[in-house]
């Protein structure tokens, strides 16, 4: 790695430590791994949490029903990066039994294991056991089928969805839908639907109302974010034209350990920290993966992330804190549409 790379990730990591955040870009927000956030419906419009230090009792009230996303638990991995990913889920699953109304279920969005070995999902499921949400949904990561193809994933979490684990569900008038992007990955790790996948996909959203409040959630983001790192799904755009009638839509994704969002009309995109480790920002390194830091600074990336939409005035409120910090930053911005 060159000197001036070098340099700038550790300012990114000052940065953080100092803030938490990278602004630039309207309704962009960066953070680094961390351990998940908490979904709240209220109407049909969606706001999220992190998993506060000290429990917020207000939390949930008043929301039609709560969810948390996880993502990139990648259980197994036991490089410098992060050398017990078992114990910083384990961190996860107790804030998620620590908040004051238990959520209605959990979102697992994918890496759920290293090497798609057996070993690995029998000590994910001992680990999410213990969670407070006994419904869970996943969709498949690309490490989730590193040695069969996906088997093993969907003995375990793929009963009755359709291919390679795509699925949908209702919640109480929401209307959700787990994609599968990392089945037929294109060139550079680019995600891909694929087209028997987008006709379901069509078909499931057809006679839908308008109004339905729609939430889709699969692995790498339906947005492209950096395609010389794979970070795009080459098809998301066929995807996302089946949901522009629809008032209210929110896009959740993991893949790339850090927060970044854009809202583009009634599309508002989420991608979520990962349980696991660090990856540099986009651009700040030769290539993504793990990312070392100091063992006294990782509990300062393994950050905590409040982000609440504000649809009067569709502005985006955010506030970082960094596990091992008490310090805390809040931004917003308003405005125009986000960048493709």
Known sequence: MTD????LIDQKLQDLNNDGVDRRGFLKCMAWAGTGLVW??????????????TADRSAGKGADFTFVQISDSHIGFNKPANPDVTATLQTAINKINAMPHKPDFIIHTGDLSQLSKPSEFDTLDQVLKGASAKQIYFV??????????????????????????????????????????????????MGSLGHEQLEWLE??????????????????????????????????????????????????????????????????FHTAMSTAFPQPAPGAAPSAGPMK???????????????NYLVSGRSLAVVDSPLGDS???????????GDR
């Open 4 to 7: 001036n790379k070098k340099d």
């Open 40 to 53: 709240t419906m209220s109407g049909g419009i969606p706001s999220s949490r992190a998993f506060a230090k």
């Open 140 to 189: 498949p990561g690309e490490h989730d089928m590193l040695s069969d193809n996906g088997e093993q994933f969907l003995q375990r979490y793929g009963k009755g969805t359709k291919g390679s684990g795509w699925h949908s569900f209702d919640q109480k008038g929401v209307h959700f839908v787990g994609l599968v992007n990392v089945a037929n990955l294109k060139a550079g790790g």
């Open 203 to 268: 078909d499931d959203l057809k006679g839908r109302s308008a109004s339905t409040p729609i939430v889709l959630f699969a692995h790498i983001p339906l947005w492209t974010i950096y395609p010389d790192w794979g970070w795009g799904t080459d098809d998301s755009e066929q995807a996302l034209s089946y949901v522009k009638r629809f008032g209210s839509v929110t896009v959740l994704n993991g893949h790339i350990h850090q927060i970044m969002q854009k809202v583009e009309g009634k599309v508002s």
């Open 293 to 307: 830091v100091p063992a006294d600074q990782l509990q300062k990336v393994l950050g905590i992330t409040d982000v």
């Open 327 to 337: 310090a805390s930053s809040a931004s917003g911005s308003g405005g125009g549409s």
